[in-house]
Each structure stands twice: as C-alpha cells, then as structure tokens.
C-alpha cells in the first residue's frame, strides 16, 4: 500500500555549476563515498549525480517532512539493484521514520534526457 509520492527534477547543467563551484564540500555533503565512486566510473558523472541528488530530494519528498527532523541527504544512499534498477537505502535519522511509518520499501525510479534528470519515489507498506 503506497504511503508517499515524490517527485523531483533538476537541469544537469545546474549539477554541473553546482559541482564547479561547490566541489568537494558539496560533494561530501551530498553523496556516499559509494555514491561517489559510482559516479566515476557512470557514462555520464554529472547526469548521475543529477539524478541521485533527484533521487533523495524525490525519497524526502515522500516523508513530507522538513530539515527540522535532522535528516540528511547522505542517509539516502542510491545503489544499483541486480538488474540496475535503482535500489534506496536508508540509514539514519530516515531509517528512524521509515520504521517508525512501517515503511517495508522504497520504489524509485530514475531517469535523465538531455539537460534534465528527474526521479519518482513512493513508500509502501
């Protein structure tokens, strides 16, 4: 049973000035060392980082919760799943809600074109 839906959609050119200008601070402040890593060895660096960063905007999104709850983007981390469908992982202050909603799994779905990356993410029970 879904209990939250988000969605989100950034240009992967704003990633890719974000990246220039914020580096590695906004890099260790936004994705997992694995996350990072993955994005070396990706086709695409920065359409990646675009739509993982989509990604835990979109999985927040579905909590419909605020900064104030002391979660943190790096407690999303987007992992390849066997068949590379896109497997969200929650640590954390997010693992804390998830449990506490009876949230049995994260669906999300990923994709980019052109200048865009959008992703779409629901909980269910």
Same mark, same amino acid.
């Given at each position: 049973?879904?209990?939250? &839906?988000?969605? /989100?959609?950034?240009?992967?050119?704003?990633?890719?000035?974000?990246?220039?200008?914020?580096?590695?601070?906004?890099?260790?402040?936004?994705?997992?060392?694995?996350?990072?890593?993955?994005?070396?060895?990706?086709?695409?660096?920065?359409?990646?980082?675009?739509? @993982?960063?989509?990604?835990?905007?979109?999985?927040?999104? @579905?909590?419909?919760?605020?900064?104030? @709850?002391?979660?943190?983007?790096?407690?999303?981390?987007?992992?390849?799943?066997?068949?590379?469908?896109?497997?969200? =992982? &929650?640590?954390?202050?997010?693992?804390?809600?998830?449990?506490?909603? /009876?949230?049995?799994? =994260?669906?999300?779905?990923?994709?980019? /074109?052109?200048?865009?990356?959008?992703? =779409?993410?629901? &909980?269910?029970?």
């Amino acid at each position: 049973m879904p209990i939250g &839906l988000g969605v /989100d959609i950034i240009t992967i050119s704003r990633m890719r000035d974000v990246l220039e200008t914020g580096g590695k601070v906004f890099m260790d402040k936004v994705f997992t060392p694995w996350e990072q890593q993955r994005a070396e060895t990706h086709p695409d660096r920065v359409a990646y980082l675009a739509m @993982t960063f989509a990604a835990k905007e979109a999985i927040f999104k @579905t909590f419909g919760i605020g900064w104030e @709850t002391g979660v943190q983007f790096k407690e999303i981390e987007v992992r390849d799943g066997e068949h590379g469908e896109p497997i969200p =992982v &929650l640590t954390g202050r997010f693992a804390e809600l998830a449990s506490g909603r /009876d949230v049995s799994r =994260v669906l999300l779905s990923l994709s980019y /074109d052109g200048d865009y990356a959008v992703a =779409v993410a629901t &909980l269910s029970k």
